[in-house]
């Protein structure tokens, strides 16, 4: 297959590798996981968790010492793209964990980390609150000093996989310090899910509000030093982002898949309904789509592993995700109008795709959020910084 871009030959075996896992153990669950609202049986989830171990797709960018793979950035996108090609978000059953625990200390990533990377115990990240969303100085939830340890206080919402966490990831303004991320074992005395709200997606945990109320932690709970958190944060939102671009492109990939598939076998007035231009051209834009996302993420990926300014990488990362995400949208109206009245029907993945691929305008920074990164780079580094 010629490409787009261009892949070293381990590369292109990652490609291969990451796409027989999802053909082979993601893609057969999909309609299973939609008709259980997200919650496969566990034995299910097993094989799938132990599969991925099997095919090498476990913690991806986190170092080999640590229990990971140590891709770079473009061995990493190469490998959520086809990620990206599933439905229910199954890919989240590929053992991983926040790259923020890499700044853990050798006892935090021997207790969290490792587990995490073997699929031995899921870790939450509760940044969000009620009143700091998009703009999180508004972050209330504080930690006060309390001997050698320290009381944390506050409401996280969203907490996604908070449900199922051995441990959460929190941030909270310390006492003296400013912003810091905590380690929160789950059942600490003073946690409590406040909410467990329903989503529009169908996903394999839950979103839940985290409550604390006076949860005592002790000193070995600060994770990568005492108001660190935005430092350590900033790389996490460009690979977190650079990640979601990755699905998107590997969504758009499927859903012109099924729906070129669908409409060169269904006939309608007399011809395949691809035949008719109607149906056609939506198609080819979303092909325009897919191919334009798909080389903005290759390159964000490799001017992060050329080591590129980090304030660049990180306006590109944000225009991928931009691109991609609205792209992706898109597309998934696209292929659910090529499909008809089973373009409506759950158990077709375009209606799966127009759901799910919404979060992705939203979570780790909305689009609006995006632009504004975006302008604000023009404005102090030129406009060939985002476009160059
Ligand atoms: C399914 C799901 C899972 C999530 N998982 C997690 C998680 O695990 N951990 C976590 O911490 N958070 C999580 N989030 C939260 C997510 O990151 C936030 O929802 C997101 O950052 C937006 O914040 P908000 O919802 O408070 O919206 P708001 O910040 O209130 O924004 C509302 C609207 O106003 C717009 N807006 C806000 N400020 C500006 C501005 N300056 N200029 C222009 N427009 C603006 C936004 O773009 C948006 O359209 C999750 C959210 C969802 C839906």
Known sequence: MTSLV???????????????????????????????????????????????????????????????????????????????RNTNGLWWWVPDAYNVLSAGTPEQIDRYLRPALRGEGWLSYAVTEEHAGSDPSGIATT????????????????????????????????????????IVDAGTEGLSFADDPPFTHTFPHGHPTLRLDG????????????????????????????????????????LLEEAVAWAT????????????QGVAFPLADSAADAAAARLLVYEVAELTDSGADPKIVHAK?????????????????????????????????????????????IWEGTSEIQRLIIARSMTRRGVPSVIA
């Open 215 to 254: 949860v005592r932690i002790g000193p070995g709970a600060v994770l990568g030093g005492l108001g660190a958190a935005d430092d350590i944060q900033r790389a996490w939102f460009v690979e977190e982002r650079l990640g979601i671009a990755a699905h998107c492109v590997g969504a758009m990939s499927r």
């Open 265 to 276: 076998t269904r006939v309608q007035g007399g011809v395949p309904i691809i035949e008719h």
């Open 6 to 84: 261009r892949l070293t030959r381990q590369q292109a075996e990652l490609r291969e590798r990451a796409r027989n896992f999802v053909d082979n153990e993601l893609l057969p669950h999909e309609e299973a996981a939609e008709r259980a609202g997200g919650r496969l049986p566990a034995d299910v989830v097993d094989g799938i968790m132990k599969a991925a171990v099997r095919a090498r797709l476990n913690g991806g960018r986190h170092a080999p010492g640590h229990g990971g793979q140590g891709w770079s950035a473009v061995d990493y996108v190469v490998a959520h793209e086809q990620l990206g």
């Open 143 to 182: 930690a006060r000093p309390d001997g050698d340890g320290w009381v944390l206080d506050g409401e996280k919402w969203f907490v996604t996989s908070g449900d199922v966490a051995a441990a959460h990831i929190v941030v909270a303004i310390a006492q003296g310090h400013g912003p810091t991320l905590f």
């Open 317 to 361: 990362a944000s225009l991928a995700k931009l691109f991609a995400s609205e792209a992706a949208g898109r597309c998934a109206d696209r292929a659910v109008q090529t499909f008809g009245g089973r373009g409506y029907m759950r158990t077709t993945p375009a209606e799966r795709f127009l759901r799910e691929l919404r979060v992705d305008r």
